[in-house]
């Protein structure tokens, strides 16, 4: 669309510039109004036949406008069958996916999920037209909003939703997400919602598996959390042969270097003392 503007903005001044030389070359004593007015009628083709000399510039524009005119109605059509395509799919949509976040994990859950055939449903708050175009290609649905808001999870068909997938960039909006969609569940008429968000807090993490969140008797929804430190830390810990659980005493380690206590390190001596 960058491009397709740049375009029309040459090809105008091309006309603009043409017929204010072809004006002055014919001795037409034509205003600026005049010329705009010529200008603009190049786009249907209705001021190009002109009797005299005429410029390079304005013989250019005479071809450009018209052409520039169809393909920006060819695009403006595709681009309107696509979305009304999506709103389509997205009525007819059952037991998917809705992933909140399209960063480096979301964007991998979604290929492996579109991989095994899953159908996938993405919210991303202003996402790269590129990434767009790539996802919907693999058959993904992208839908540009804010995923805390509950008017956006509906138009993702939430209630009709398997599971919601809170990939988004901290623990509040993650957390927000998910309140609203257990809120929405309480009309849900059929199936239950799994949702499973993504927290970086240790403190935060048991907080919310400790919670009554998804334990309301008769609400359709249930919770998951989980913190990829944490499960980096227990698998590097089970796939030591000295720490698996069907070890002998004599095979575990007696001490444990821990270098550096970032996120990985703190999980890495949780994980050690369990």
């Given at each position: 669309w960058i491009l397709l503007g740049f375009a029309w903005v040459v090809s105008l001044a091309l006309g603009l510039s043409g017929f204010a030389i072809f004006a002055v070359e014919n001795g037409h004593a034509w205003t600026p109004g005049d010329i705009l007015y010529r200008t603009l009628q190049l786009v249907?083709?209705?001021?190009?036949?002109?009797?005299?000399?005429?410029?390079?510039?304005?013989?250019?524009?005479?071809?450009?406008?018209?052409?520039?005119?169809?393909?920006?109605?060819?695009?403006?059509?595709?681009?309107?069958?696509?979305?009304?395509?999506?709103?389509?799919?997205?009525?007819?949509?059952?037991?998917?996916?809705?992933?909140?976040?399209?960063?480096?994990?979301?964007?991998?859950?979604?290929?492996?999920?579109?991989?095994?055939?899953?159908?996938?449903?993405?919210?991303?708050?202003?996402?790269k037209q590129e990434n767009v175009e790539v996802?919907?290609?693999?058959?993904?649905?992208?839908?540009?909003?804010?995923?805390?808001?509950?008017?956006?999870?509906?138009?993702?068909?939430?209630?009709?939703?398997?599971?919601?997938?809170?990939?988004?960039?901290?623990?509040?909006?993650?957390?927000?997400?998910?309140?609203?969609?257990?809120?929405?569940?309480r009309v849900r008429k059929a199936g239950k919602l799994t949702t499973i968000i993504h927290l970086s807090a240790i403190d935060l993490l048991n907080l919310i598996r400790g919670s009554e969140l998804s334990a309301e008797p008769g609400v359709p929804f249930e919770l998951e959390t989980f913190n990829p430190y944490e499960r980096t830390a227990r698998m590097l810990l089970q796939d030591n042969p000295g720490w698996r659980e069907d070890s002998s005493a004599k095979d575990i380690p007696g001490s444990l270097l821990v270098i550096g206590l970032g996120r990985l390190g703190e999980h890495l001596v949780i994980q050690a003392g369990y």
């Open positions: 249907t083709m209705n001021s190009g036949a002109v009797d005299g000399k005429v410029n390079w510039m304005l013989d250019a524009s005479r071809f450009l406008l018209p052409l520039l005119t169809a393909y920006t109605v060819l695009q403006a059509l595709m681009h309107l069958f696509l979305e009304q395509s999506q709103k389509l799919r997205l009525r007819r949509m059952r037991n998917h996916v809705v992933i909140c976040g399209m960063g480096r994990k979301g964007s991998r859950l979604a290929q492996e999920l579109l991989s095994h055939g899953r159908q996938v449903v993405i919210i991303e708050k202003e996402p996802f919907q290609q693999a058959g993904a649905i992208v839908l540009d909003g804010d995923a805390t808001n509950q008017d956006v999870l509906v138009s993702a068909r939430i209630l009709h939703a398997r599971n919601l997938v809170c990939l988004l960039g901290n623990d509040s909006e993650n957390l927000q997400t998910a309140y609203q969609a257990y809120q929405l569940s």
